[in-house]
């Protein structure tokens, strides 16, 4: 089968006009005078387009590097974006490049899938004569998409240890793919990297973007991700765009020595509070490492079952805060009481009095560091929750797909 050619639109009079499949208006024809006024002089070439897609194909792959063209004149404007549907939308234009010489676009970004988009293309030639060329494709609808979810939300305050993270429905080949079309831009300038992580637990997959060192409270991140058409591997596409802004709140701490039994917190280098708690027994210590507070709710029902753990328990427990995937939380454990302040006896989880555990919850938000030490149990893994810190920043750098060694 031949391959598909672009489609060119020669605008030369209303007459070739009609039989170009695409719509077009034809230039002014502004006859000039010959010298003594006895005849006419014949009007200059109009310029022509050519749109690299031919008009009204269909099964346009999202990647296609769509290209406008004009020859005998440059282009003044070029506009594609998704056709009208109806739905009182609005339609945002695809992004594009001109070349200095205006004859040359190319589309700066991929397009999205199962969409109709409309090519509307303006030239002047050299007189100023000016054509207009309108065509239109359709995307390819796929059998299979990839879902990314973006956080933090929009808006949201959070802690100085809370990366950006991007989560993947299913696993991600093309990696430095999607890791291109993302954005960090930060108030003030923050250095910092994407590293792609695993969660142990369930697999899932992710690309987090994290500063070298804690933020600084008051720093504005805003996060784009220009996503719709990649190719996240094996023909499954993303299908749209995401962004979020948020707010770096102040430098709060939580800091656990779980030989010693202690938990003590820290508002921008200020103590708060120490506090007795009781760590993970010896035959399910806690995890040492840095980990962050994913989310926190006033009362959970915990299942030993849900975590590997069989039907070790199955209880109602207030106060609860999330720090990892695996199921560790800080939380009010008043059945441990005895326990509290000097021996080590959950099965992972770091308990609190009642008393106690509510004025942490209400202290802590979602991106706070709880950082813990002095336990027999292993290092927080950075697919874990949000265990990002725990990976030296020279070696998070290497988990970036296009800038380390990923």
Same mark, same amino acid.
């Given at each position: 089968?031949?391959?598909?050619?672009?489609?060119?639109?020669?605008?030369?009079?209303?007459?070739?006009?009609?039989?170009? &499949?695409?719509?077009?208006?034809?230039?002014? =024809?502004?006859?000039?005078?010959?010298?003594?006024?006895?005849?006419?002089?014949?009007?200059?070439?109009?310029?022509?387009?050519?749109?690299?897609?031919?008009?009204?194909?269909?099964?346009?792959?999202?990647?296609?590097?769509? =290209?406008?063209?004009?020859?005998?004149?440059?282009?003044?404007?070029?506009?594609?974006?998704?056709?009208?549907?109806?739905?009182?939308?609005? #339609?945002?234009?695809?992004?594009?490049?001109?070349?200095?010489?205006?004859?040359?676009?190319? /589309?700066? +970004?991929?397009?999205?899938?199962?969409?109709?988009?409309?090519?509307?293309?303006?030239?002047?030639?050299?007189?100023? =004569?000016?054509? %207009?060329? +309108?065509?239109?494709? %359709?995307?390819?609808?796929?059998?299979?998409?990839?879902?990314?979810?973006?956080?933090?939300?929009?808006?949201?305050?959070?802690?100085?240890?809370?990366? /950006?993270?991007?989560?993947?429905? #299913?696993?991600?080949?093309?990696?430095?793919?999607?890791? *291109?079309?993302?954005?960090?831009?930060? @108030?003030?300038?923050?250095?910092?990297?994407?590293?792609?992580?695993?969660?142990?637990?369930?697999? =899932?997959?992710?690309?987090?973007? +994290?500063?070298?060192?804690?933020?600084?409270?008051?720093?504005?991140?805003?996060?784009?991700?220009?996503?719709?058409?990649?190719?996240?591997?094996?023909?499954?596409?993303?299908?749209?765009?995401?962004?979020?802004?948020?707010?770096?709140?102040?430098?709060?701490?939580?800091?656990?020595?779980?030989?010693?039994?202690?938990?003590?917190?820290?508002?921008?280098?200020?103590?708060?509070?120490?506090?007795?708690?009781?760590?993970?027994?010896?035959?399910?210590?806690?995890?040492?490492?840095?980990?962050?507070?994913?989310?926190?709710? @006033?009362?959970?029902?915990?299942?030993?079952?849900? /975590?590997?753990?069989?039907?070790?328990?199955?209880?109602?427990?207030?106060? $609860?805060?999330?720090?990892?995937?695996?199921?560790?939380?800080? #939380?009010?454990?008043?059945?441990?009481?005895? *326990?509290?302040?000097?021996?080590?006896?959950?099965?992972?989880?770091?308990?609190?009095?009642? &008393?106690?555990? *509510?004025?942490?919850?209400?202290?802590?938000?979602?991106?706070?560091?709880?950082?813990?030490?002095?336990?027999?149990?292993?290092? /927080?893994?950075?697919?874990?929750?949000?265990?990002?810190?725990?990976?030296?920043?020279?070696?998070?750098?290497?988990?970036?797909?296009?800038?380390? $060694?990923?």
């Amino acid at each position: 089968m031949d391959p598909i050619k672009p489609l060119v639109l020669p605008v030369l009079c209303a007459v070739l006009l009609t039989g170009c &499949s695409a719509s077009a208006t034809a230039p002014d =024809q502004r006859p000039g005078t010959a010298s003594g006024g006895s005849s006419p002089t014949a009007a200059a070439p109009a310029p022509q387009i050519t749109v690299s897609v031919p008009d009204g194909v269909t099964g346009v792959a999202p990647d296609t590097a769509l =290209q406008v063209t004009a020859t005998g004149g440059t282009l003044t404007s070029v506009r594609v974006a998704p056709a009208d549907g109806g739905d009182g939308k609005a #339609h945002v234009a695809v992004s594009g490049t001109l070349d200095a010489a205006r004859q040359k676009w190319i /589309v700066g +970004r991929t397009l999205s899938p199962a969409t109709t988009y409309t090519v509307q293309v303006t030239a002047a030639g050299p007189d100023g =004569q000016r054509i %207009t060329a +309108r065509t239109h494709f %359709t995307t390819i609808s796929p059998d299979r998409t990839n879902r990314a979810l973006l956080g933090p939300l929009d808006h949201q305050v959070v802690g100085i240890g809370m990366p /950006v993270t991007l989560r993947f429905n #299913h696993p991600v080949t093309n990696k430095a793919a999607v890791e *291109r079309r993302l954005t960090v831009t930060t @108030t003030p300038q923050v250095e910092g990297s994407w590293g792609w992580v695993r969660d142990p637990l369930t697999g =899932q997959e992710r690309i987090d973007w +994290r500063p070298a060192h804690y933020w600084r409270p008051g720093t504005k991140v805003t996060v784009t991700a220009a996503l719709s058409g990649v190719d996240t591997g094996d023909g499954a596409y993303l299908s749209r765009d995401i962004s979020t802004t948020f707010l770096i709140g102040k430098a709060r701490i939580t800091r656990i020595d779980l030989a010693a039994h202690r938990l003590t917190v820290t508002e921008n280098g200020r103590t708060l509070r120490t506090l007795p708690i009781s760590g993970g027994g010896p035959a399910t210590p806690t995890h040492n490492g840095a980990m962050v507070v994913m989310d926190k709710v @006033t009362d959970i029902q915990m299942n030993s079952e849900t /975590v590997g753990l069989g039907d070790a328990y199955d209880m109602a427990v207030k106060w $609860a805060v999330h720090l990892t995937t695996s199921g560790t939380y800080l #939380h009010a454990a008043p059945w441990n009481a005895a *326990r509290i302040g000097n021996t080590n006896a959950s099965h992972g989880c770091i308990g609190l009095t009642t &008393s106690d555990a *509510r004025w942490l919850y209400d202290q802590v938000r979602p991106g706070d560091p709880v950082i813990t030490a002095g336990s027999t149990g292993r290092t /927080v893994d950075a697919g874990n929750g949000l265990g990002d810190w725990n990976v030296p920043y020279p070696q998070w750098k290497e988990r970036s797909a296009v800038d380390g $060694a990923l």
